[in-house]
């Protein structure tokens, strides 16, 4: 496994943006696909979006496509989510995971490390 940090969450009016970062561990990042979920109080996780390990290839929710960006940087072992538009249906707990599996993966279940989240909060 691998040790993920995001940041970047905060307050925002709907219209607005922001940029979360994923912080990870060790020598070995570009052999993880990456993931961003998000998961509101009551609801179940959801799949935002994924990149492959050398960030060329990427996946989206249908509900985000054209507002939210995922990329890389291995050089410097972090992953961003730029969501751009926000609503207040934006509105969760924000979480980046790792799989060491190739592939570009929609589930929980494909991901085996996890942030400890950062909350978005898309006020009206």
């Known amino acids: 496994q691998v040790e993920l940090v995001e940041s970047g969450g905060g307050l925002v009016q709907a219209g607005g943006s922001l940029r979360l970062s994923c912080a990870a561990s060790?020598?070995?990042?570009?052999?993880?696909?990456m993931g961003w979920f998000r998961q509101a109080p009551g609801k179940e996780r959801e799949f935002l979006a994924t990149?492959?390990?050398?960030?060329?290839?990427?996946r989206y929710v249908d509900f985000v496509e054209g507002r939210f960006t995922i990329s890389r940087d291995n050089a410097k072992n972090t992953v961003h989510l730029q969501m751009n538009s926000l609503k207040p249906e934006d509105t969760a707990v924000y979480y980046c995971?790792?799989?060491?599996?190739?592939?570009?993966?929609?589930?929980?279940?494909?991901?085996?490390?996890w942030g400890q989240g950062t909350q978005v909060t898309v006020s009206s």
């Open positions: 060790g020598r070995t990042f570009s052999n993880y696909v």
């Open positions: 990149v492959n390990r050398s960030g060329s290839n990427t």
């Open positions: 995971a790792a799989t060491p599996r190739i592939g570009l993966f929609t589930r929980t279940r494909d991901y085996n490390s």
